[in-house]
């Protein structure tokens, strides 16, 4: 950012009390650029402040957890607003690979035995609940949904050594996210 006294003639520069104003009027500058740059965040879901998304939420009429964090309000709020009928397989699909990412799950419907199955990657356990209530929304009664996390697999752990490994828990192994 260009200082404001970059503005001014050269001999207001010398004068003590232009100086002070200037840094007074930078620091005013910032805080007005900072608000412009929040106000266009605001306008998408990805990119919006709490104060957005807790605008978003109340017209969607969403309470968010006490837990929640700032991701999983977006997620939830996303789910919420990008609902649209008639719901199919092909926007079921759809509101997945957005929601979470074309690599992000498995979903597979088996029509003959009327069962669809999906297993959420780790990364989005926090997502579990609302994908859960989406299909539940999204897909026929007389489907029987399985909502399920992926856990981790042995061709993902078998990437460390044991010593690395040993520093964990069998749960922990199994069900967090491990870098």
Excluded at 64 to 88: C, G, H, I, M
Excluded at 113 to 134: C, D, G, S
């Amino acid at each position: 950012m260009i200082p404001i006294r970059e503005y001014w003639p050269d001999f207001l520069s010398e004068f003590k009390e232009f100086q002070e104003i200037s840094n007074t009027d930078n620091i005013e500058i910032s805080l007005i650029r900072q608000a412009v740059a929040d106000l266009l965040n605001v306008q998408f879901i990805q990119t919006a402040t709490e104060n957005g998304i807790a605008r978003r939420e109340k017209m969607l009429t969403i309470t968010p957890f006490a837990n929640d964090d700032l991701e999983s309000r977006r997620f939830r709020v996303q789910a919420k607003w990008n609902d649209k009928l008639p719901y199919t397989y092909r926007e079921l699909v759809d509101k997945m690979n957005n929601l979470c990412g074309e690599n992000g799950y498995v979903m597979v419907l088996n029509s003959n035995l009327y069962t669809l199955n999906i297993k959420l990657e780790l990364i989005n356990r926090r997502m579990f609940n609302e994908i859960e209530k989406i299909t539940r929304k999204m897909v026929p009664a007389n489907i029987i949904i399985t909502v399920e996390l992926r856990y981790n697999q042995h061709l993902k752990l078998a990437n460390f050594t044991h010593g690395q490994l040993a520093a964990y828990s069998y749960y922990q192994l199994k069900s967090e996210v491990i870098s």
